[in-house]
């Protein structure tokens, strides 16, 4: 069965750093393109970053701030962020898809399988 864990979420100050973690179990990750989204309260959910064969993209505002990463041998996906601010608060959710990498608007209907979301806080 596959199954997607987010950790790592938390309370952070402005300026702050977190990294999230996505531990995948039933699959391996070489054969799946996952994402990361993020959905604050009243807004749509929104694509942060994706990690696939291809490679990784981001979407355009986060790029500076934000890294994708995988580590297959624990089959576990990462999202450091930095320079955090109050509008990054959002539940953070990582999601598969057994395809090519997006992040375009909407893309989070596109994933299949989705992990239960971790909450990122960022206020003083």
């Known amino acids: 069965q596959l199954q997607l864990v987010e950790s790592g979420g938390g309370l952070v100050q402005p300026g702050g750093s977190l990294r999230l973690s996505c531990a995948a179990s039933?699959?391996?990750?070489?054969?799946?393109?996952i994402g990361w989204f993020r959905q604050a309260p009243g807004k749509e959910r929104e694509g942060v970053a994706c990690?696939?064969?291809?490679?990784?993209i981001y979407v355009d505002s986060m790029k500076a701030r934000f890294t994708i990463s995988r580590d297959n041998a624990k089959n576990t996906v990462f999202l450091q962020m930095n320079e955090l601010k109050p509008e990054d608060t959002a539940v953070y959710y990582c999601?598969?898809?057994?395809?090519?990498?997006?992040?375009?608007?909407?893309?989070?209907?596109?994933?299949?399988?989705w992990g239960q979301g971790t909450q990122v806080t960022v206020s003083s």
């Open positions: 990690i696939g064969s291809g490679g990784s």
């Open positions: 039933g699959f391996a990750l070489d054969d799946y393109a």
């Open positions: 999601a598969a898809r057994r395809s090519v990498c997006t992040v375009r608007r909407s893309a989070w209907s596109v994933y299949n399988y």
